[in-house]
Every structure is written in C-alpha cells, then in structure tokens.
C-alpha cells in the first residue's frame, strides 16, 4: 500500500545550519505530498504542500521538491533557528483520501 | 476563521469503560478525518467522512471503535470498553472538499489515558 517513510531521528543542530530531512515514498500513481509540522505542545500545522511532479513547496525558509524519479520529498532549510525545533512530519496523499504519515523527526536547534 | 476544536482536551478513564471523543470541523469543510498518534505506532488513520457518502471506516482498529458525523459538521468518536492499549492522543482534521490535494487542518487533539 502507499506509505511513506522518512529520516529517523533525533537531529540536533546549531543555530544557521543547514538542514535535511529526507523523505521518500511508494505510491501505485502520483500522491499528492506534505509536511506537516508539530512545535511542542501544540497541534499538527501544515508548512508546504506540492501535488504534483516537480512541484516545489516552500514556506518559512523551507523547501520540499516533489521528484517522481526518486520518489523523494526531502525538506531542506538553509539556516535554521532555535524557533525550527519541532517534530516534521512527512505525508501523502493518493487512493483514499486519508493522509498516510511517516514516523516522524524531531529536530533540535541550539543557540 | 476558527479552526477545528475538539473536546475534551485530556480524558483519563479505566479500562472497560466507554468514551466520546468530540470534533468541531471548520465550517464549511466537507470532508472529515479522525487519526490516532500513539507512541508505538505513529499517526495512523482512523476512519473519513466526506459529506453524505458512507463513511471510509478501513483504518478502525477494532469494532469498539465507531464514529458518527451528524448534520455534515460535528463528529463523535465513541471507543466501547477501553483498553490500556487505546492510550493515544487522538486528531480530528478538517478538509474543504476531501480530494487528494486538499489540505488538511489538524485540531489540537484529546488525549486519552486509559487506566
């Protein structure tokens, strides 16, 4: 079935380094691709969306590029902050509808 | 505009006893999900309701859990006889009209401690 599956973690960073958490993915078709992103203690958020190939999502200095030949939506950020630290959550969406989740990885920035 | 609430925030309960966990979509929202974010076992699926459609009920774990979407907007999550093993936190999210590009938005969970 479709699934995902992305970087184990814990990454544990310094402030203004650069930053990859890799995702890649098996779909029978073309899922549509997230990350979502959970700061402590609160709930799941969105950070970038693409629904199709070569797509590119980006939003508070992030980036994901969909690419189907690898099947991979690796994040990446070019300087991380203290403010970063979460848990990001790579997902897809393709038959169902329902959001298939990858484990999860926490992300620790230190000043 | 508000986002999706869900009640109660925390549930502690004993095991064998029975609970309702409580979704507010955000209004206008066709399609509703509800999920389970456990330690052992990640964010998974529970069960998807897109307007008046049967509801996609394959990522139930058990036939304890049962849910109900009344009216096209608030849904309850009932799990019958709890077990230490339904300890999770549980999501609600809402989507505008449920297709695969959809964004889905999360609420902020019930966490449930089944003793």
């Known amino acids: 079935g479709d699934s995902v599956t992305q970087m184990e973690g814990p990454v544990t960073l310094s402030e203004e380094a650069f930053l990859t958490i890799n995702c890649t993915y098996t779909?029978?078709?073309?899922?549509?691709l997230f990350w979502y992103v959970q700061y402590p203690g609160e709930g799941l958020q969105l950070l970038l969306k693409?629904?199709?190939?070569?797509d590119k999502g980006s939003n508070k200095g992030f980036e994901a590029t969909y690419r189907k030949e690898t099947t991979s939506f690796h994040l990446e950020k070019g300087s991380v902050q203290v403010s970063d630290s979460a848990v990001y959550f790579c997902?897809?969406?393709?038959?169902?509808?329902?959001?298939?989740f990858g484990a999860g990885t926490r992300l620790t920035v230190k000043p | 505009g508000a986002g999706v609430s869900q009640s109660p925030s925390n549930k502690v309960t004993e095991k064998g006893k029975d609970v309702e966990l409580r979704c507010d979509p955000i209004?206008?929202?066709?399609?509703l999900y509800w999920y389970r974010q456990s330690l052992g076992q990640g964010l998974e699926f529970l069960i998807y309701?897109?307007?008046?459609?049967?509801?996609?009920k394959s990522g139930l774990p058990s036939d304890r859990f049962s849910a109900e979407r009344t009216g096209g907007s608030v849904s309850t999550l009932t799990i019958q006889r709890t077990q230490q093993e339904d300890s999770a936190v549980y999501l609600c999210?809402?989507?505008?009209?449920?297709?695969?590009?959809?964004?889905?938005?999360f609420g902020p969970g019930t966490r449930l401690t089944v003793l």
């Open positions: 997902a897809l969406i393709y038959n169902n509808n329902d959001m298939r």
């Open positions: 999210a809402s989507s505008f009209s449920g297709t695969r590009t959809d964004t889905q938005y």
């Open positions: 209004s206008g929202h066709t399609a």
């Open positions: 779909a029978t078709g073309y899922p549509s």
């Open positions: 693409a629904t199709k190939a070569d």
């Open positions: 309701f897109q307007g008046n459609s049967a509801p996609d």
